[in-house]
């Protein structure tokens, strides 16, 4: 019941909002025309203001008092003032709320100061502002606000909410204007009344353009490219229902624009047609019920979980879409480039039919014939199985305790088949049976995700060797698994790293761990997020120790430089070999977590000249990486295969310095893999 009441008040507020905004935006348009002011339609109009104006506060009363319920998790706060006012004093939302309450008060204030006043154009173009900045504030509380009060995630949403308003809140008086013309009226005020409907739907258009872009623009950060969602989860259903509608409010607007509206351009009162008038005002009037009803779902979309972060435990089909994993396959660009030709031919044929005046059948059935065509051409290329776990998100963080846990269950159970790399080196005596996968070389990636592999892994492969594992691996472990095998994806692409950065191009996110260090610090590799560079030094020892000593020597110089050195082991050292260490270096080295971390980042050690594929793999001796403050592996020197490298350190600090030259560029990898 709270959730209907609240669902009520942010729909109440927010359509009595828009209404006078969209209402001051016309009328500050129209006013230059001064007879305009006494006309019955405007007064009416203007009456509203004030009540409208009660609505927005009585409304934005209602959301306080929700989402304090909602907040403490006690149904009777929803009457607590004093839970109110806690909410209101010590929350980032109470903030924002105050603010928009606030400036609705101003709002109404202004309406009383101007409802006895002679009216002037400004009046309108004040309103106009002064009713804009509640809608403005409540943009803060959108999802774009909620994720991070900036002007690149805010404003899209804003002007999104003022666009809708421009248009939805000129309804009201482009009603009152059509019930006008029924009534006898002076000839001049009706030709005005004419002038002033074809005004706004000159300025419907490009407002309408610009409200569809912004809408993709604020749509799209909500998505985050995950387009599968749309048809998965509950916002991708209400945008598609949000969608549908304004399709067909599109159409009503194109049909009023260019076949009902004309007959009130008719200089002669007498020539003008009742039933085109009829038409104009019926659909007219269904288009403002339809926008309230748009208002409801973009309502409903705001409060509703954001389809990126959507978990989809079960997908409902059994195939998926996807350009990525087959655009190299024979064919498929030639089809789908053809196949969006096809559609643009169809939009053409939209527009050519309405110019040459084709009947009503054939203007809808060559360009639906040729739509169909078109995705009858893009689509089967593009269709891939799915599965129902294809979607889901893994539960276990892709960390070096996953990934290290996960290589020892492949040592257990896949090496016999897949070979210790993963190659696929396994013997297969049926012939029959397909080869084991390459899980290394081969790109995985693209075509399966994470929750396919997590497929196979619990219930098999049909037709190969591959067993399901789902009564002998706990969900956890085959997570881990999942984790590794991506790891070992991703370890074959570092072969690419070299000794130094390729410029502005992030490419392979460094897994996270967590340490313990000899002199008692400790942490998370993301905890040097957005501040540190981190210089990660695997070692044997004593092989090392010539190195350590020239890092010693050069460590304030690479802390000037904005980074860190963390030691890792390559094995379990003594007391005495820790002693020792300690006694040449100054900065950490890491004595919990080291084995998983040399576990992990030795699926990173290859490189160009030495791929090294056969048998258990090398393990060198000594390796360095560098991880930007970003979080992204952007070099890598491997002593054993790469020469004298970072032992000049003049090599190591132009790497460092030409990192801290960097914006970002890339968002830091999340902590699943995908």
Same mark, same amino acid.
């Given at each position: 019941? $709270?959730?209907?009441?609240?669902?009520?008040?942010?729909?109440?507020?927010?359509?009595?909002?828009?209404?006078?905004?969209?209402?001051?935006?016309?009328?500050?348009?129209? =006013? =230059?025309?001064?007879?305009?002011?006494?006309?019955?339609?405007?007064?009416?109009?203007?009456?509203?203001?004030?009540?409208?104006?009660?609505?927005?506060?009585?409304?934005?009363?209602?959301?306080? /008092?929700?989402?304090?319920?909602? /907040?403490?998790?006690?149904? %009777?706060?929803?009457?607590?003032?004093?839970?109110?006012?806690?909410?209101?004093?010590?929350?980032?939302?109470?903030?924002?709320?105050?603010?928009?309450?606030?400036?609705?008060?101003?709002?109404?204030?202004?309406?009383?100061?101007?409802?006895?006043?002679? @009216?002037? *154009?400004?009046?309108?173009?004040?309103?106009?502002?002064?009713?804009?900045?509640?809608?403005?504030? #409540?943009?803060?509380?959108?999802?774009? #606000?909620?994720?991070?009060?900036?002007?690149?995630?805010?404003?899209?949403?804003?002007?999104?909410?003022?666009?809708?308003?421009?248009?939805? #809140?000129?309804?009201?008086?482009?009603?009152?204007?059509?019930?006008?013309? @029924?009534?006898?009226?002076?000839?001049?005020?009706?030709?005005?009344?004419?002038?002033?409907?074809?005004?706004?739907?000159?300025? %419907?258009?490009? +407002?309408?353009?610009?409200?569809?872009?912004?809408?993709?623009?604020?749509?799209?950060?909500?998505?985050?490219?995950?387009?599968?969602?749309?048809?998965?989860?509950?916002?991708?259903?209400?945008?598609? /229902?949000?969608?549908?509608?304004?399709?067909?409010?599109?159409?009503?607007?194109?049909?009023?624009?260019?076949?009902?509206?004309?007959?009130?351009?008719?200089?002669?009162?007498?020539?003008?047609?009742?039933?085109?008038?009829?038409?104009?005002?019926?659909?007219?009037?269904?288009?403002?019920?339809?926008?309230?009803?748009?208002?409801?779902?973009?309502?409903?979309?705001?409060?509703?979980?954001?389809?990126?972060?959507?978990?989809?435990?079960?997908?409902?089909?059994?195939? @998926?879409?996807?350009?990525?994993?087959?655009?190299?396959?024979?064919?498929?660009?030639?089809?789908?480039?053809?196949?969006?030709?096809?559609?643009?031919?169809?939009?053409?044929?939209?527009?050519?039919?309405?110019?040459?005046?084709?009947?009503?059948?054939? *203007?809808?059935?060559?360009?639906?014939?040729?739509?169909?065509?078109?995705?009858?051409?893009?689509?089967?290329?593009?269709?891939?199985?799915? !599965?129902?776990?294809?979607?889901? &998100?893994?539960? +276990?963080?892709?960390?070096?305790?996953?990934? =290290?846990?996960?290589?020892?269950?492949?040592?257990?159970?896949?090496?016999?088949?897949?070979?210790?790399?993963?190659?696929?080196?396994?013997?297969?005596?049926?012939?029959?049976?397909?080869?084991?996968?390459?899980?290394?070389?081969?790109?995985?990636?693209?075509?399966?995700?994470?929750?396919?592999?997590?497929?196979?892994?619990?219930?098999? $492969?049909?037709?190969?060797?591959?067993?399901?594992?789902?009564?002998?691996? =706990?969900?956890?472990? @085959?997570?881990?698994?999942?984790?590794?095998?991506?790891?070992?994806?991703?370890?074959?692409? %570092?072969?690419?790293?070299?000794?130094?950065?390729?410029?502005?191009?992030?490419?392979? /996110?460094?897994?996270?761990?967590?340490?313990?260090?000899?002199?008692?610090?400790?942490?998370?590799?993301?905890?040097? *997020?957005?501040?540190?560079?981190?210089?990660? +030094?695997?070692?044997?020892?004593?092989?090392?120790?010539?190195?350590?000593?020239?890092?010693?020597?050069?460590?304030?110089?690479?802390?000037?430089?904005?980074?860190?050195?963390?030691?890792?082991?390559?094995? %379990?050292?003594?007391?005495?070999?820790?002693?020792?260490?300690?006694?040449?270096?100054?900065?950490?080295?890491?004595?919990?977590?080291?084995?998983?971390? &040399?576990?992990? !980042?030795?699926? !990173?050690?290859? +490189?160009?000249?030495?791929?090294?594929?056969?048998? &258990?793999?090398?393990?060198?001796?000594?390796?360095?990486?560098?991880?930007?403050?970003?979080?992204?592996?952007?070099? *890598?020197?491997?002593?054993?295969?790469?020469?004298?490298?970072?032992?000049?350190?003049?090599?190591?600090?132009?790497?460092?310095?030409?990192?801290?030259?960097?914006?970002?560029?890339?968002?830091?990898?999340?902590?699943?893999?995908?």
């Amino acid at each position: 019941m $709270i959730e209907i009441l609240a669902t009520f008040a942010r729909w109440a507020q927010l359509a009595a909002n828009l209404i006078v905004f969209g209402s001051f935006v016309f009328l500050a348009i129209i =006013s =230059s025309y001064k007879p305009v002011f006494t006309t019955e339609w405007v007064i009416r109009l203007e009456k509203t203001f004030p009540w409208l104006t009660v609505i927005i506060i009585a409304g934005l009363l209602g959301i306080l /008092a929700t989402t304090t319920s909602a /907040a403490t998790g006690i149904p %009777a706060d929803v009457w607590n003032f004093n839970a109110w006012l806690e909410i209101v004093q010590q929350t980032r939302i109470g903030h924002i709320w105050a603010a928009r309450e606030s400036l609705a008060i101003l709002l109404l204030v202004y309406m009383l100061i101007i409802r006895h006043s002679p @009216r002037v *154009r400004w009046h309108y173009s004040i309103g106009a502002i002064v009713a804009a900045l509640p809608l403005i504030a #409540g943009s803060l509380v959108s999802h774009s #606000g909620a994720e991070e009060i900036s002007f690149e995630s805010i404003a899209p949403y804003a002007l999104h909410i003022l666009l809708a308003g421009m248009w939805f #809140g000129a309804l009201p008086a482009f009603l009152l204007i059509i019930h006008s013309q @029924r009534q006898k009226s002076d000839p001049a005020m009706r030709r005005a009344n004419a002038s002033f409907l074809e005004q706004f739907s000159t300025i %419907a258009l490009p +407002v309408m353009l610009l409200l569809i872009l912004t809408g993709i623009v604020a749509g799209d950060r909500m998505i985050a490219g995950q387009y599968h969602t749309l048809v998965a989860t509950a916002y991708g259903w209400l945008l598609n /229902a949000k969608l549908a509608v304004l399709a067909g409010i599109l159409w009503i607007a194109y049909r009023a624009r260019y076949r009902w509206l004309p007959v009130f351009s008719q200089k002669d009162e007498h020539s003008e047609n009742p039933q085109a008038i009829a038409h104009l005002r019926k659909w007219v009037r269904i288009e403002f019920f339809m926008a309230l009803a748009l208002v409801l779902l973009a309502t409903l979309l705001a409060n509703t979980l954001p389809a990126k972060h959507a978990i989809i435990e079960h997908w409902p089909y059994p195939f @998926r879409f996807s350009i990525d994993a087959t655009w190299d396959e024979k064919n498929v660009p030639e089809l789908v480039w053809l196949g969006i030709a096809l559609l643009a031919v169809a939009i053409i044929t939209v527009w050519a039919g309405a110019l040459v005046e084709w009947g009503r059948k054939t *203007r809808i059935l060559v360009p639906g014939l040729l739509t169909v065509i078109a995705l009858a051409i893009i689509l089967p290329p593009i269709t891939i199985q799915a !599965y129902p776990e294809t979607y889901q &998100k893994p539960s +276990v963080p892709f960390d070096a305790v996953s990934i =290290s846990n996960g290589s020892r269950s492949f040592a257990e159970h896949c090496v016999n088949c897949h070979g210790p790399q993963g190659k696929g080196t396994g013997v297969v005596t049926d012939p029959d049976e397909k080869d084991p996968t390459d899980l290394l070389t081969e790109p995985h990636t693209a075509r399966h995700t994470v929750g396919n592999i997590f497929h196979w892994i619990s219930d098999g $492969i049909p037709g190969t060797q591959m067993p399901g594992y789902s009564a002998s691996l =706990s969900e956890e472990d @085959r997570w881990d698994l999942v984790n590794f095998l991506h790891a070992l994806s991703r370890g074959f692409d %570092a072969r690419l790293l070299g000794s130094m950065i390729l410029p502005e191009m992030p490419a392979v /996110a460094a897994p996270v761990f967590n340490y313990s260090a000899h002199d008692h610090s400790s942490g998370n590799l993301k905890d040097f *997020r957005l501040q540190k560079n981190v210089l990660l +030094v695997l070692f044997s020892w004593p092989q090392s120790k010539e190195r350590f000593f020239q890092l010693a020597a050069s460590y304030e110089r690479i802390q000037s430089l904005n980074t860190e050195i963390l030691a890792v082991p390559i094995r %379990a050292l003594t007391d005495e070999e820790l002693q020792d260490i300690a006694e040449i270096v100054p900065f950490p080295i890491v004595t919990e977590g080291w084995s998983e971390i &040399k576990d992990t !980042y030795w699926l !990173y050690r290859r +490189v160009r000249v030495v791929p090294d594929l056969s048998g &258990k793999g090398m393990f060198p001796g000594h390796m360095e990486f560098i991880t930007d403050r970003f979080g992204y592996l952007r070099a *890598r020197w491997v002593a054993q295969f790469e020469g004298y490298g970072w032992q000049n350190l003049s090599a190591l600090t132009l790497q460092l310095t030409q990192l801290n030259q960097e914006d970002e560029v890339m968002p830091p990898p999340g902590e699943h893999a995908h």
